[in-house]
């Protein structure tokens, strides 16, 4: 592979086992199917990105992981245990944290409360306030803004609220639905360069993003979803140098 | 002056009846406040004494409004059952005490009953109020809001007809450890023993309440469910227990003030729970539905306006009781419909 990936992807290799697995998962709302029948692997460690066009079927994917949706059929097996049908909190227990599309942050609640919501789960209180001390030095304007109500930060700030949210929550695989989704280009850097400290950090990341040519210059692994089928995958940097591909499914 | 400057500056145009519904609500609200003044004047002794009897029904309407609210907060459900709730507590607590425990006049005994009667009914109305959202509620949460609604009523009836069952269908008379005559005079107003109870009571409670949602993590996981359920359930909040915690709460509320009232008034009757939910519900309302501190305000104010109607000098007594209370809520809500404290809009998507 290319200098793209200084992760310690451990894809391909015999025997290991993948950290998250989909298999042959369809996802219906009522009688519309939005994801049909895809096989996606995330290897511990790695970043893969998941693109593809507006009404693809990437948050459903992501909402089907997270245990807000139920398949119709496949199963999400994790660390080797099957967690499609558990109920949302206990997939959270079980190290998935999911910074979903349109920041869903508490508006009424201070940032500095969305920020404790995100290690609700956690018991190990001088960790958490290590982790929280980590992400307040990741994005500094959420140190400023501890005490505002969250609804009243701009766009861009609840963005970096609910990623900031979702790394405290110390998950072993960071789901991110479009974390750059309305923000200005040095922010679109900083959240990407951020993904990739926290991969270093030791999480595995799972990326929807739009901006496909971003997220394959930072991810390991990219797949790419039309109306619900999986069309294509491959190792990122590869995606990347392919020039016809780039211009067909990326328009780049 | 200033608000007719800043919208023309923001270039709104002003509608000539928001200049009048304005001007209507100032004029109402001052001629209320004479209205009070004007009685204080007249009468002070007899003004303080409803005043005082005001707020003890006042506490009363306060905690079971905030069953309502709680539940209206968290689920956006009328839990019109509510009310039949409270009057089922009245009748265990009447029972517990008086036949069970024979504890039918003051004393220590009587006071400590009295705390252990507050404990079971207070676990009662959890209890139940838990089972109507677990056999009920829960399984109509994502139909259309008619369902649970309906639901509701039924469960209202069917509580009622429980209530007459138990309870016979006329009112019954019991003894209470409160002696109605038992207190002191401060000025000439008698303050009785019975109203410090309540008051200490319900602000004890109050003061519980107001601890556990906004200082424990059940209650941070209670304002994240409010907001947004999924996303509560991605931060790892168990969203149906939490749910459920919630009508725990509100049902203890209505055990809690079930055994105030039965022992202040020694009554039951099967109906007490359709005038009382009814008059709390509006409470909750006046406030703003979903807000704690506004459905006790709403509950106080409700209480004292009742009080100064019924016993004030001026006041039209107690043959339009009713009428004044409602009176006054669709007022509040043609000039504020989100209620005193409540949001104007909501962010739900
Ligand atoms: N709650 C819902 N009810 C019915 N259909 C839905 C619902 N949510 C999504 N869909 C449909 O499922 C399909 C996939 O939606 P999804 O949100 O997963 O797309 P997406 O790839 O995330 O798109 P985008 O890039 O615009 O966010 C779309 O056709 C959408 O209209
Ligand atoms: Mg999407």
């Not at chain 1, 958490?128 to 994005?139: C, P, S």
């Not at chain 2, 005001?54 to 539940?71: D, K, Q, R, S």
């Not at chain 2, 649970?148 to 007459?164: C, E, H, K, R, W």
């Not at chain 2, 001026?314 to 409602?326: A, C, I, R």
Request: net charge positive.
């Amino acid at each position: 592979m290319t200098e793209a990936t200084s992760s310690t992807s451990q894809r391909g290799k015999q025997g290991v086992q993948p950290l998250l697995d989909l298999t042959n998962l369809s996802v219906n709302y009522g009688n519309i199917a939005a994801v049909q029948s895809i096989n996606l692997q995330v290897h511990p460690g790695e970043i893969v990105t998941l693109i593809g066009s507006n009404g693809a079927g990437k948050s459903t994917t992501l909402r089907t992981i997270s245990g807000l949706l139920r398949p119709r059929a496949g199963e999400v097996v994790f660390e080797g245990r099957k967690i499609s049908g558990m109920p949302g909190h206990d997939v959270v227990k079980a190290g998935i944290c999911h910074s979903p599309e349109g920041r869903r942050i508490f508006q009424r609640m201070t940032v500095g409360e969305n920020l404790d919501l995100g290690a609700f789960l956690r018991k190990d209180a001088t960790q958490v306030a290590a982790d929280r001390e980590n992400v307040l030095t990741l994005f500094p304007v959420l140190r400023e803004r501890l005490q505002q109500k969250a609804g009243t930060m701009s766009g861009g700030e609840q963005q970096m609220l609910a990623v900031g949210r979702a790394m405290l929550g110390n998950p072993k695989l960071l789901l991110l639905d479009e974390p750059s989704m309305g923000l200005a280009p040095v922010l679109v850097d900083l959240i990407f360069d951020t993904i990739e400290k926290i991969r270093d950090q030791g999480v595995t990341v799972l990326l929807v993003e739009q901006n496909a040519l971003a997220a394959l210059r930072i991810a390991d692994y990219a797949y790419v979803l039309e109306s619900g089928h999986l069309t294509l995958e491959g190792p990122a940097a590869e995606l990347l140098s392919d020039e016809s591909l780039t211009k067909a499914y990326l328009g780049g | 002056m200033t608000s007719l400057v800043a919208s023309f500056s923001k270039g709104r145009t002003i509608r000539l009846s928001e200049v009048v519904e304005r001007t209507a609500a100032g004029i109402l609200v001052l001629g209320v406040l004479a209205w009070v003044i004007l009685n204080l004047a007249k009468a002070p002794t007899q003004f303080f004494t409803v005043l005082l009897a005001g707020l003890n029904n006042g506490a009363l309407f306060a905690l079971i409004a905030l069953g309502y609210t709680l539940v209206y907060g968290i689920i956006e459900l009328i839990n019109f059952a509510h009310g039949d709730l409270f009057m089922l507590g009245t009748i265990l607590c009447a029972n517990m005490m008086a036949n069970w425990l024979g504890l039918t006049k003051p004393g220590l005994t009587g006071f400590l009953g009295l705390i252990l009667t507050m404990i079971v009914v207070m676990i009662f109305g959890a209890t139940v109020n838990m089972g109507a959202e677990f056999f009920a509620y829960r399984r109509l949460r994502n139909a259309p809001k008619l369902a649970p609604l309906i639901t509701a009523v039924g469960l209202s009836f069917i509580f009622q007809n429980i209530g007459q069952r138990v309870n016979g269908s006329s009112p019954k008379q019991w003894g209470t450890v409160f002696d109605p005559q038992s207190g002191f005079s401060v000025a000439g107003v008698r303050i009785r023993w019975s109203f410090l109870v309540v008051l200490t009571v319900t602000a004890l409670l109050l003061l519980g309440l107001t601890y556990i949602v906004q200082r424990t993590r059940q209650g941070k996981a209670m304002r994240a469910t409010a907001q947004d359920q999924d996303g509560a359930r991605l931060m790892g909040v168990n969203v149906n227990a939490t749910i459920s915690f919630t009508f725990a709460l509100g049902g203890a509320m209505a055990g809690a003030a079930a055994v105030l009232y039965m022992e202040t008034i020694g009554t039951t009757r099967f109906e007490a729970g359709f005038q009382l939910g009814l008059i709390a519900f509006t409470a909750a309302v006046l406030g703003g539905i979903g807000n704690l501190v506004g459905a006790v305000i709403g509950g106080l104010l409700i209480g004292v306006i009742q009080g100064l109607n019924d016993g004030a000098p001026y006041g039209l007594g107690q043959d339009w009781s009713q009428t004044v209370v409602f009176s006054i809520l669709i007022l509040v809500l043609v000039f504020k419909p989100e209620g005193l404290l409540g949001r104007r809009t909501t962010e739900k998507v």
